[in-house]
C-alpha cells in the first residue's frame, strides 16, 4: 500500500513538473559553452520552480525566443480602435 502512495506521489510530482518548463532558447553571443555550463546555470537561476531572466542575462546569456505573453483581457467599457467620441 506505501508503495503505491509513493508511486502515485512521483508521478504528480513530475507531471507537475513537466508542466512548468520554460521553452526558451538561450545561447552566448561572443563566448563558447558547453550544456554543462548552461545548466549549471540555468538550475542556479531558477528560484522555486520559475526561471530568473536577469539572473541568466546577467551571466552572459541571451533569449532567443521571447516567453509566451498572457493575452490581454479587454475592457468591454473601451471604445474600438479608430472611432472617435459621438456626441
Not at 19 to 35: G, H, I, P, V
Amino acid at each position: 500500500m506505501r508503495g503505491n502512495v509513493a508511486l502515485s506521489v512521483l508521478v504528480i510530482g513530475i507531471v507537475v513538473s513537466a508542466c512548468a518548463t520554460d521553452d526558451r532558447e538561450w545561447l552566448k553571443l561572443d563566448q563558447k559553452y558547453t550544456t554543462a555550463e548552461f545548466r549549471r546555470d540555468l538550475s542556479e537561476c531558477t528560484i522555486k520552480g520559475k526561471l530568473d531572466d536577469e539572473c541568466m542575462k546577467a551571466r552572459g546569456w541571451v533569449s532567443v525566443t521571447p516567453p509566451k505573453a498572457e493575452q490581454k483581457k479587454e475592457d468591454p467599457l473601451s471604445q474600438p480602435a479608430g472611432r472617435g467620441y459621438r456626441r
